[in-house]
Nanobody
């Protein structure tokens, strides 16, 4: 079965850290760029960070610059979003998505530009 599966979400206090993982099964991430999105209830899904196939080119939105780091481990067919110094505004459902081309995250790329999507994982930041 071809799919992306996110893990690592949960509940964390403001200022804390979480690392989200995005694991691929049924296909190789070697040939795909990855973009992380997040979505709050009633709001549009927005791109947060993206990374190209080589792992050398990355994009972040201003709101997470310096706090979030996107990396990939092609040997494990997994990609990661390290989130540090989390803020209340980071509370959202986070999704990873795979595409053949690297998309910048501002403006947020359209969802139809991606071949595969994860199911989403909740991140809740508390005060």
């Amino acid at each position: 079965q071809v799919q992306l599966v996110e893990s690592g979400g949960g509940l964390v206090q403001a200022g804390g850290s979480l690392r989200l993982s995005c694991a691929a099964s049924g296909f190789s991430l070697d040939h795909y760029a990855i973009t992380w999105f997040r979505q709050a209830p009633g709001k549009e899904r927005e791109g947060v960070a993206s990374i190209d196939i080589s792992g050398k080119n990355v994009h972040y939105i201003d709101a997470v610059m310096g706090r979030f780091t996107v990396t990939r481990d092609n040997a494990k067919n997994t990609q990661y979003l390290q989130m540090n110094n989390l803020k209340l505004d980071d509370t959202d459902v986070y999704y990873c998505a795979a595409s053949r081309y690297l998309w910048a995250v501002r403006p947020s790329p359209t969802e139809k530009s991606f071949d595969y999507w994860g199911q989403g994982i909740q991140v809740t930041v508390t005060s």
